[in-house]
């Protein structure tokens, strides 16, 4: 079975940019979250959704949203990029809402914005 | 959100058990403590998670005292593909918002 996946891989953007990010979970999970890693420090929470619906916010200005589809995949979006949203971004799946349940994460989009 | 403390780094060798403690003293009463690992270029990966005493896995085990102010994950017997970085998170099972990653601890296992 395919794990999650992500796409693109790297992305280099300019400084003012918009930039959407794609992630589809593991078949038959409904909760997806997204995360920004920088360079050594852990992931930071961006969002959740669960079946369609946003269940978690982050301390992330406006400029980032997302979006679940009726199919559970995801899209991350981030407008008017700054150089510090240079990061690794990572999707995480699972099967409900709640963190009783493992988490899947992809092997992440590379952001580079210059 | 309860804060965690982990040490910033490990070193160990082949076939040595390594315990890594995470202290957590504003721990909740609803609160959940989870670990996970993470290689470098790679997203993070679940080990284990508790809530008091002991949970063991095929990959790990988890003490927690009574008091629950910390935890300590134990590798038993790490190879050279052990070599990562573990992270401590507390939080309660509403959703993954309340789970925080911090600086989590880099073991290096060497032969």
């Known amino acids: 079975d395919a794990g999650v996946t992500q796409s693109p891989t790297h992305l280099i953007k300019t400084r003012g940019q918009h930039v959407t990010l794609r992630c589809s979970p593991i078949s038959g999970h409904k909760s997806v979250s997204w995360y920004q890693q920088v360079l050594g420090q852990g992931p930071q929470f961006i969002f959740q959704?669960?079946?369609?619906?946003?269940?978690g916010r982050g301390n992330f200005p406006d400029r980032f949203s997302a979006r679940q589809f009726p199919n559970y995949s995801s899209e991350l979006n981030v407008n008017a990029l700054l150089l510090g949203d240079s990061a690794l971004y990572l999707c995480?799946?699972?099967?409900?809402?709640?963190?009783?349940?493992?988490?899947?994460f992809g092997p992440g989009t590379r952001l580079t914005v210059t | 959100l309860a804060k965690t403390t982990q040490p910033i780094s490990m070193d160990s060798y082949e076939g040595q058990e390594v315990n890594i403690t995470c202290s957590h003293n504003n721990i909740a009463t609803n609160d959940y403590i989870t670990w996970y690992q993470q290689f470098p270029s790679q997203g993070p990966r679940f080990i284990i998670q508790g809530y008091k005493t002991k949970v063991t896995n095929e990959v790990a085990s988890l003490f927690i005292p009574a008091d629950r102010k910390s935890s300590t994950l134990s590798l038993p017997r790490v190879s050279l593909s052990d070599t990562a970085v573990y992270y401590c998170?507390?939080?309660?099972?509403?959703?993954?918002?309340?789970?925080?990653f911090g600086t989590g601890t880099r073991l290096l296992v060497s032969p």
């Open positions: 998170l507390v939080g309660d099972r509403t959703g993954f918002q309340k789970l925080v």
């Open positions: 959704y669960y079946e369609k619906e946003e269940r």
């Open positions: 995480a799946s699972s099967l409900g809402s709640s963190s009783s349940y493992e988490q899947y």
